[in-house]
C-alpha cells in the first residue's frame, strides 16, 4: 500500500465555517455578542438543558464553577488520577486539595470503591472525566454521594441548595455522548466542555458549562454569575454596554476574564449544523477499527451498546503484555510510516508539578498499567476509508515487528 501522511487530529473546517467567520468579521462585531449567545441557546437545545455558558476554554468552565460554588481553601476535591492536567489545576487554582483516585483495575475510570472511602467532611466535589468520550457510570457516582449525604457540610449558599457533594463533569470529550438516552450534560450537576482545536466539535479555543436545573435556584442567576465571573466582575457585557446611551456600568467583584468571542461561536454554530454527520463518521471509524482488531492481542474501548453511545472522540489500544519501551518503539515506528499517533494520558502523578505536590505514581498502580500500554491511534471525520485501512495495516506490521502477535 502506497505511503501516506497521517495527522493524529486535524479540526474537520469546511465553507460553511469560514463564510459563518467572515460574516462576522463583518459585522463589525467580533467579540462576545449574538452569535455566542446563539450558540449558547443551541448547544442547550441540543444537549436539553435550560442554560450553557460559552468561554475560552473547558479549563476556565472547570474554575468558574468551582469559584461559582464557593469551593476553596480548606475543601477537597476528587479528581482522577488518570486524566489531563486541566482537570485537577483548576482544583490547586481556586486553593482547594485535590485528593486523587486510581483507577479501576483493567479500567480508565476511578475505583469507585476507593472514592467512597476517601469522601470526608472536607470532600466538596467529584470531577468524573468522560475519558475518549464515554460516560463515566454517574449512577454509581450519584449513589455514593448519596449515601456520604451525612458528611456534607456547606460552607456556601449554593452548597447548600445542594445539601450534597456536588457533581462536575469534565466533559472535554464527550460533546454529543449517551448515556441511558440523556446526553451529556443533562447527567451530572454541571457538565463542562471542551472546543479545542483537536475536539469533535471546535471554535478553535474554546468551551462552555450548562448544568441541570437546581429547583431552588434560577437558573437566570447561575447563568449571570458566570457571567460576572468570566467578565472582569462587570455588571453590563459588551453587547449591552455598546447599545446607545447604556455606557454605565458597575464592577461587582474583581474576577476574571474569559469570554468566547463571536468569531469563535461562528464556527461553532456551522459545526453544531454539521454534528450528527461528524459523530457518524467517527463511529463509522470505530467499527472498522473495532472489526480489525478482534483478534489481535490488544483491548480497546466499548464505544456503542444498548445503554450508551461515546462521541467517539478518541480510540484507545492497550497492547497486552507490553510496557513503556515497547509502546514507544511501535508509536516510533507508526511515526516513521508518516502516521501520528499518540498517548492518552500520561497519569497526573508521573508529572512534576504533581510530584511536587507530593503525589507518587507508586501508589496509582492501575493507572500505570493503564498507561504503560496504551496507544491511541488516529480517529477523526476527515480520514478516508483508505486511510483507516493504511493505519490498520502499519499498526498490524509494527505489532508482528515487536512480537506482540
Given at each position: 500500500?502506497?505511503?501516506?501522511?497521517?495527522?493524529f487530529s486535524p479540526p474537520d473546517i469546511s465553507e460553511a465555517e469560514i463564510a459563518e467567520v467572515a460574516?462576522?468579521?463583518?459585522?463589525?462585531?467580533?467579540?462576545?455578542?449574538?452569535?455566542?449567545?446563539?450558540?449558547?441557546?443551541?448547544?442547550?437545545?441540543?444537549?436539553?438543558?435550560?442554560?450553557?455558558?460559552?468561554?475560552?476554554?473547558?479549563?476556565?468552565?472547570?474554575?468558574?464553577?468551582?469559584?461559582?460554588?464557593?469551593?476553596?481553601?480548606?475543601?477537597?476535591?476528587?479528581?482522577?488520577?488518570?486524566?489531563?492536567?486541566?482537570?485537577?489545576?483548576?482544583?490547586?487554582?481556586?486553593?482547594?486539595t485535590p485528593v486523587m483516585i486510581d483507577c479501576a483495575k483493567d479500567s480508565f475510570e476511578m475505583d469507585?470503591?476507593?472514592?467512597?472511602?476517601?469522601?470526608?467532611?472536607?470532600?466538596?466535589?467529584?470531577?468524573?472525566?468522560?475519558?475518549?468520550?464515554?460516560?463515566?457510570?454517574?449512577?454509581?457516582?450519584?449513589?455514593?454521594?448519596?449515601?456520604?449525604?451525612?458528611?456534607?457540610?456547606?460552607?456556601?449558599?449554593?452548597?447548600?441548595?445542594?445539601?450534597?457533594?456536588?457533581?462536575?463533569?469534565?466533559?472535554?470529550?464527550?460533546?454529543?455522548?449517551?448515556?441511558?438516552?440523556?446526553?451529556?450534560?443533562?447527567?451530572?450537576?454541571?457538565?463542562?466542555?471542551?472546543?479545542?482545536?483537536?475536539?469533535?466539535?471546535?471554535?478553535?479555543?474554546?468551551?462552555?458549562?450548562?448544568?441541570?436545573?437546581?429547583?431552588?435556584?434560577?437558573?437566570?442567576?447561575?447563568?449571570?454569575?458566570?457571567?460576572?465571573?468570566?467578565?472582569?466582575?462587570?455588571?453590563?457585557?459588551?453587547?449591552?454596554?455598546?447599545?446607545?446611551?447604556?455606557?454605565?456600568?458597575?464592577?461587582?467583584?474583581?474576577?476574571?476574564?474569559?469570554?468566547?468571542?463571536?468569531?469563535?461561536?461562528?464556527?461553532?454554530?456551522?459545526?453544531?449544523?454539521?454534528?450528527?454527520?461528524?459523530?457518524?463518521?467517527?463511529?463509522?471509524?470505530?467499527?472498522?477499527?473495532?472489526?480489525?482488531?478482534?483478534?489481535?492481542?490488544?483491548?480497546?474501548?466499548?464505544?456503542?451498546?444498548?445503554?450508551?453511545?461515546?462521541?467517539?472522540?478518541?480510540?484507545?489500544?492497550?497492547?497486552?503484555?507490553?510496557?513503556?519501551?515497547?509502546?514507544?518503539?511501535?508509536?516510533?515506528?507508526?511515526?516513521?510510516?508518516?502516521?501520528?499517533?499518540?498517548?492518552?494520558?500520561?497519569?497526573?502523578?508521573?508529572?512534576?508539578?504533581?510530584?511536587?505536590?507530593?503525589?507518587?505514581?507508586?501508589?496509582?498502580?492501575?493507572?500505570?498499567?493503564?498507561?504503560?500500554?496504551?496507544?491511541?491511534?488516529?480517529?477523526?471525520?476527515?480520514?478516508?476509508?483508505?486511510?483507516?485501512?493504511?493505519?490498520?495495516?502499519?499498526?498490524?506490521?509494527?505489532?508482528?515487528?515487536?512480537?506482540?502477535?
Amino acid at each position: 500500500m502506497e505511503s501516506r501522511t497521517i495527522p493524529f487530529s486535524p479540526p474537520d473546517i469546511s465553507e460553511a465555517e469560514i463564510a459563518e467567520v467572515a460574516e462576522a468579521l463583518r459585522s463589525g462585531w467580533i467579540t462576545t455578542g449574538p452569535k455566542t449567545k446563539e450558540f449558547e441557546r443551541q448547544i442547550s437545545a441540543y444537549v436539553g438543558t435550560e442554560k450553557t455558558v460559552c468561554l475560552n476554554s473547558a479549563t476556565a468552565a472547570m474554575e468558574l464553577t468551582l469559584r461559582l460554588l464557593g469551593i476553596g481553601p480548606g475543601d477537597e476535591v476528587i479528581v482522577p488520577a488518570y486524566t489531563y492536567t486541566a482537570s485537577c489545576s483548576v482544583i490547586c487554582h481556586v486553593g482547594a486539595t485535590p485528593v486523587m483516585i486510581d483507577c479501576a483495575k483493567d479500567s480508565f475510570e476511578m475505583d469507585y470503591e476507593q472514592m467512597a472511602k476517601r469522601i470526608n467532611e472536607k470532600t466538596k466535589m467529584i470531577i468524573p472525566v468522560d475519558l475518549a468520550g464515554i460516560v463515566c457510570d454517574y449512577r454509581k457516582i450519584f449513589q455514593i454521594v448519596e449515601d456520604k449525604r451525612a458528611l456534607f457540610h456547606a460552607n456556601h449558599a449554593l452548597q447548600a441548595a445542594f445539601n450534597r457533594i456536588i457533581v462536575m463533569a469534565d466533559c472535554a470529550h464527550g460533546f454529543g455522548a449517551i448515556q441511558s438516552d440523556v446526553k451529556a450534560g443533562n447527567i451530572a450537576d454541571f457538565t463542562c466542555y471542551s472546543f479545542h482545536a483537536v475536539k469533535n466539535l471546535t471554535t478553535a479555543e474554546g468551551g462552555a458549562v450548562t448544568w441541570k436545573t437546581i429547583p431552588t435556584v434560577s437558573n437566570d442567576f447561575i447563568y449571570q454569575q458566570f457571567q460576572l465571573l468570566s467578565l472582569h466582575g462587570q455588571t453590563k457585557d459588551a453587547l449591552h454596554k455598546n447599545q446607545l446611551g447604556a455606557w454605565e456600568y458597575d464592577i461587582v467583584a474583581p474576577a476574571y476574564k474569559c469570554n468566547m468571542t463571536d468569531i469563535m461561536a461562528a464556527i461553532g454554530l456551522k459545526q453544531l449544523e454539521r454534528y450528527e454527520d461528524l459523530l457518524k463518521r467517527r463511529h463509522k471509524i470505530i467499527q472498522m477499527y473495532d472489526t480489525a482488531l478482534k483478534d489481535l492481542p490488544v483491548k480497546v474501548l466499548t464505544h456503542s451498546s444498548n445503554h450508551h453511545r461515546s462521541s467517539g472522540h478518541l480510540y484507545f489500544v492497550r497492547i497486552e503484555g507490553i510496557g513503556e519501551e515497547t509502546r514507544n518503539e511501535i508509536i516510533t515506528s507508526m511515526a516513521e510510516a508518516g502516521i501520528a499517533c499518540n498517548v492518552h494520558y500520561k497519569p497526573l502523578p508521573m508529572l512534576t508539578a504533581y510530584k511536587n505536590l507530593g503525589f507518587s505514581i507508586a501508589d496509582f498502580p492501575n493507572a500505570y498499567h493503564q498507561y504503560e500500554n496504551e496507544i491511541t491511534l488516529p480517529l477523526y471525520s476527515k480520514l478516508s476509508d483508505e486511510d483507516v485501512a493504511y493505519i490498520l495495516q502499519c499498526f498490524k506490521e509494527s505489532l508482528e515487528k515487536h512480537q506482540c502477535c
